[in-house]
């Protein structure tokens, strides 16, 4: 069957959508066993390949999702509606993967078929350079940092070995810009970042990670 692809409006923006897909969603185990995790939608997040893959809550949370959930959710919850979520959150931080979802807990669940157990690695191929006020730090369904959203809604990646390097420059609040391929949705610009600097003139590469110490003899 070939399969059609259009755009939604969702959180405010289009959102890539696959149209005509058919098939059973399911899962050998029932996700509604796992905790609920209710909020009110903030906005959906765009990632460096152009794709729709994240959620957050205006009371906080994260919730990490394949983008193939992108044109259903974006089609009924619109920002600043409720939603729930069951799933599994991370030890050490407020980052959920999304198992199911439903408006609300009255509702029947749709469950996702193949969750995002880890940070997505594809890429985009547009070069790009954004600067601005970083709002908050994104993290990997682990928990850990892996890049920051600017207050403008664009979409900084990064690994986290550089997440963790870079430090208190990506705290929130402070000003950053970088470099690298990603991809335009809308008005929404999410990257790869290969160059970062506190200005658009002073970016310099990533941070290459700590070598750990030799074994003794």
Not at 56 to 64: K, S, Y
Not at 106 to 117: G, I, K, L
Not at 118 to 146: D, I, K, N, S, Y
Request: glycine share 10%; aromatic share 4%; charged share 20%.
């Amino acid at each position: 069957m070939m399969v059609k692809r259009r755009h939604i409006l969702a959180a405010g923006i289009a959102v890539p959508a696959v149209v005509g897909a058919q098939g059973t969603r399911g899962l050998w185990f029932d996700p509604t066993q796992l905790p609920s995790y209710s909020g009110r939608l903030e906005r959906i997040l765009l990632n460096p390949a152009g794709e729709f893959d994240r959620l957050l809550f205006r009371e906080g949370a994260q919730i990490v999702m394949p983008p193939s959930e992108a044109q259903d959710l974006g089609e009924a919850i619109k920002p600043g509606d409720s939603i729930t979520v069951w799933g599994i959150r991370a030890r050490s931080a407020p980052v959920i993967t999304m198992l199911a979802w439903a408006r609300n807990e009255t509702e029947r669940p749709r469950f996702v078929a193949q969750p995002s157990w880890f940070a997505p690695t594809r890429r985009g191929t547009q070069r790009h350079q954004l600067a601005g006020v970083v709002e908050r730090t994104l993290l990997t369904p682990q928990g850990e940092g892996m890049g920051v959203l600017l207050q403008s809604g664009d979409v900084i990646r990064l690994p986290s070995a550089a997440h963790t390097a870079l430090g208190d420059a990506l705290r929130d609040g402070a000003t950053i810009a970088a470099e690298g391929l990603g991809q335009r949705v809308a008005d929404r610009v999410a990257i790869d970042a290969e160059r970062v600097g506190a200005d658009a003139g002073r970016l310099i590469p990533l941070p290459e990670p700590a070598t750990p110490p030799a074994p003794r003899p």
